[in-house]
Nanobody, 121 residues
Framework: QVQLVESGGGSVQAGGFLRVSCAAS????????MGWYRQAPGKQRELVAT???????NYADSVKGRSTISRDNAKNTVYLQMNSLKPEDTAVYYC???????????????WGQGTQVTVSS
């Protein structure tokens, strides 16, 4: 019903920058919240940032001040601009969306397939 396709990961040196994108497609009524999580090897998946349909944002302390999340509601796309990258930012980054499939239905969560971000020192 809903597909999330991520793009923009890659390898960068410490201090560099990357932008990852996630486009939602399918049949749905609205996407109240879009966001990014990440999972490093041997660690639990953790929140990076979220953004509501009205633009309210929330960031993990570890990326606050270095990353900016934004969304294009017309394109159902969320972006994460990451600056001043550190080796500890290395992880698989997953897009997550809370979706209302039909007016009056509940909220359902969807995950993207993940995109690798590698930061070398």
């Amino acid at each position: 019903q809903v597909q999330l396709v991520e793009s923009g990961g890659g390898s960068v040196q410490a201090g560099g920058f990357l932008r990852v994108s996630c486009a939602a497609s399918g049949t749905f009524f609205s996407i109240p919240t879009m966001g990014w999580y990440r999972q490093a090897p041997g660690k639990q998946r953790e929140l990076v940032a979220t953004i509501s349909s009205t633009g309210h944002t929330n960031y993990a302390d570890s990326v606050k001040g270095r990353s900016t999340i934004s969304r294009d509601n017309a394109k159902n796309t969320v972006y994460l601009q990451m600056n001043s990258l550190k080796p500890e930012d290395t992880a698989v980054y997953y897009c997550y969306c809370n979706v209302i499939l039909r007016l009056g239905s509940g909220i359902k969560g969807y995950w993207g397939q993940g995109t690798q971000v590698t930061v070398s020192s």
